[in-house]
Antibody, heavy 122, light 113 residues
């Protein structure tokens, strides 16, 4: 059974960089897409972006200028960096495996982490 | 971006009764090239990871009880729990994967009446 676990600081100062890691157990990150999603308080889920294990990425245009997602196959982890954060970036951040198949490709999430709350505050 | 609108925001259903959740997309998520609806449904319980219930609008994920069913096409979709069980108390939300950015509905909270 694939399990995902988010880790990282729960508090980040405004203008700094938010950095989170997702550790995958029960399966390899190779041959799959991996994604970050967030949910600000009282708002709906927002897809941040995803990465194929080989390094190809796709980001939400609304966040693209500030987001980097990377993968480390040797550690079976993938990571999120979000720069120049503000209070609007306060959210529960989730990592998830993205199932992609066929053409046009499917992109639905078949495994999720429990989420980590990150607050942006001085 | 495709906007996903769910209704109702919450509903209370008696044990054993039917629960129906609606999801409407701002544009069709039916791909004409393969006649598939690019829509998924998820369940989230407190303290647990979200769980994929349905993909391609009506295909149940392996291990999902058959009381859960998805229907609809184009812009209008429904998740039905045919006979609500206590363990079905959760937040349910839809997601379109027809186009990037992937987008989600606002969620529907299901409770026991």
């Amino acid at each position: 059974q694939v399990q995902l676990q988010e880790s990282g600081p729960g508090l980040v100062k405004p203008s700094e960089t938010l950095s989170l890691t997702c550790t995958v157990s029960g399966g390899s990150i190779t041959s799959y897409f991996w994604s970050w999603i967030r949910q600000p308080p009282g708002k709906r889920l927002e897809w941040i972006g995803h990465i194929y294990y080989s390094g190809t990425t796709n980001y939400n245009p609304s966040l693209k200028s500030r987001v980097t997602i990377s993968a480390d196959t040797s550690k079976n982890q993938f990571s999120l960096k979000l720069t120049s954060v503000t209070a609007a970036d306060t959210a529960v951040y989730y990592c998830a495996r993205l199932f992609s198949s066929g053409w046009p490709p499917s992109y639905y999430f078949d495994y999720w982490g429990q989420g980590i709350l990150v607050a942006v505050s001085s | 971006d495709i906007v996903m609108t769910q209704s109702p925001d919450s509903l209370a259903v008696s044990l054993g009764e039917r629960a129906t959740i609606n999801c409407k997309s701002s544009q069709s998520v039916l791909h004409s090239s393969n006649n598939k609806n690019y829509l998924a449904w998820y369940q989230r319980k407190p303290g647990q990871p979200s769980k994929l219930l349905i993909y391609w609008a009506s295909t149940r994920e392996s291990g999902v009880p058959d009381r859960f069913s998805g229907s609809g096409s184009g812009t209008d979709f429904t998740l039905t729990i045919s006979s609500l069980q206590a363990e079905d108390v959760a937040l349910y939300y839809c997601q379109q994967y027809y186009s990037i950015p992937l987008t989600f509905g606002g969620g529907t909270k299901v409770e026991i009446k």
